[in-house]
């Protein structure tokens, strides 16, 4: 079945230090992958979505990379804020089966 | 803004009990799901429902069922709740499946002593 794999549980940061989540995935379809951002008592919500098509997307600072060889995709900030305290899940979508989702990475970013 | 909206924020309940959650949007969208996000914040899919077409993940326990009255409602019922049931329960919508964004509700946090 699909699967997606995101090894990182937690990531301290101070502010202005690089931030990089990496994750991996399978599927035997065409997915579509994404990065969601849970901010404290909120639900997810979209950060960057990277088709199979466009090997990058970026939004508010955040670059997402795509690599089809190796099945994995990435997230990267080069300078985090305190603001982007948050968890951060990779996600992908095969169809109408909904989103499959990383375990979440912990971001905590310290002044 | 919210678009997605879930009632209540918080319930708490006794083993066996029955309970229900809403789940409203008001994006126009065609897909609507529920997803259970537990003490680790595991986010995992239970339902998906489009244009009356329920896919069901099969890990999901048969006391567990969704109800859509129209494509802009999509409820939650548990019929006879377990300790294992506590968590957040997040409802999300999208205009269609598969490439299309989704937006998730705050969470309904239920709690089974």
């Known amino acids: 079945g699909d699967s997606v794999i995101q090894m990182q549980g937690q990531v301290t940061l101070s502010e202005n230090d690089f931030l990089f989540i990496n994750c991996t995935y399978s599927t035997t379809g065409y997915p579509t992958l994404f990065w969601y951002v849970q901010y404290s008592g909120e639900g997810p919500q979209l950060l960057l979505q990277?088709?199979?098509?466009?090997n990058k997307g970026s939004s508010r600072g955040f670059e997402a990379t795509y690599d089809k060889g190796t099945t994995s995709f990435h997230l990267q900030k080069t300078s985090v804020q305190e603001i982007d305290s948050a968890v951060y899940y990779c996600a992908m979508s095969n169809y109408a089966q909904g989103l499959t989702f990383g375990l979440g990475t912990r971001v905590s970013v310290f002044p | 803004e919210t678009a997605v909206f879930q009632t209540p924020n918080y319930h708490v309940t006794q083993v066996g009990n029955e309970v229900s959650f809403n789940c409203k949007q008001t994006l126009g969208h065609d897909t609507m799901y529920w997803y259970k996000q537990d003490s680790k914040k595991l986010l995992k899919i239970m339902f998906s429902y489009n244009n009356k077409q329920l896919i069901v993940n099969e890990t999901v326990p048969r006391r567990f069922s969704p109800q859509s009255s129209d494509k802009a409602h999509l409820n939650l019922r548990i019929k006879s709740v377990e300790p294992e049931d506590s968590a957040v329960y997040l409802c999300?919508?999208?205009?269609?499946?598969?490439?299309?964004?989704?937006?998730f509700g705050p969470g309904t946090r239920l709690t089974v002593l």
């Open positions: 990277v088709t199979t098509a466009n």
């Open positions: 999300a919508s999208s205009l269609g499946t598969g490439v299309y964004e989704q937006y």
